[in-house]
């Protein structure tokens, strides 16, 4: 059971540039989420989904875009990167309810310079 | 706005030596808080959910506990492996973390 996995891990992006990052759970989690974790800073909720096609925004939106076209999958989108989304991005998803456990993936280091 | 503060910020034990990281907060509706553990370059690990006020729950050399106001994460006897940064978050509508405490635990 590979749970949640990301890819890529590492990425170097210029300015300007746009890129995809991926997220994928075999668990069958309707709930998906991404955050972004700055140095020092607690994770923020940058997007979620709580099932195939419903997204909605978190705390950090801007900047960002994401899409849900199945259960499995949820990639979010950098269209102008630029050096404030430097960061270390984790996906996460969790059952059902927001009560239930968020479960991690090992994260997509990003750099923007 | 939902608010999580950790304490302290980094805390050094030797081996053995047991202590408590702290987990204040303040939230609308609390429906659950969590405690992680992440290791460097790594995911955050799930540890435990407390739902309400006087509940606890122990793993190994890890207990929480929950009042109404705060989290504690007790950590006894702690071994070299212990070492992580600790996460705190609160869920009401969305998951609420705190900026964690870093623990070393030396040989």
């Known amino acids: 059971n590979a749970g949640v996995t990301q890819t890529p891990k590492f990425r170097i992006l210029k300015i300007g540039q746009s890129m995809t990052l991926q997220c994928t759970q075999d668990m069958n989690h309707n709930y998906m989420y991404w955050y972004r974790q700055d140095p020092g800073m607690g994770l923020k909720l940058i997007y979620y989904?709580?099932?195939?096609?419903?997204?909605d925004k978190g705390e950090v939106p801007n900047g960002y875009n994401v899409s849900r076209s199945t259960t499995e999958d949820f990639p979010l989108r950098l269209e102008l990167a630029a050096p404030s989304q430097t960061s270390v991005y984790f996906c996460a998803s969790s059952p059902g309810t927001p009560q239930e456990t968020q479960y991690f993936g090992p994260g997509t280091r990003l750099l923007v310079l | 706005e939902d608010q999580v503060t950790q304490s302290p910020e980094a805390l050094r034990l030797q081996e053995g030596e047991s202590s408590s990281l702290n987990c204040s907060y303040t939230?609308?509706?609390?429906?659950?808080l969590f405690w992680y553990r992440q290791d460097p370059g790594k995911g955050p690990e799930f540890l435990f959910t407390?739902?309400?006020a006087g509940e606890e729950k122990e793993k190994e050399r890890l207990k929480a506990t929950l009042t109404k106001k705060e989290s504690f994460l007790h950590i006894t006897a702690p071994k070299p492996e212990d070492s992580a940064t600790y996460l705190c978050a609160v869920q009401a509508s969305t998951l609420t973390f705190g900026k964690g405490t870093m623990l070393l635990v030396s040989p």
């Open positions: 407390l739902y309400s």
């Open positions: 989904s709580v099932g195939a096609g419903i997204t």
């Open positions: 939230v609308s509706g609390l429906r659950g």
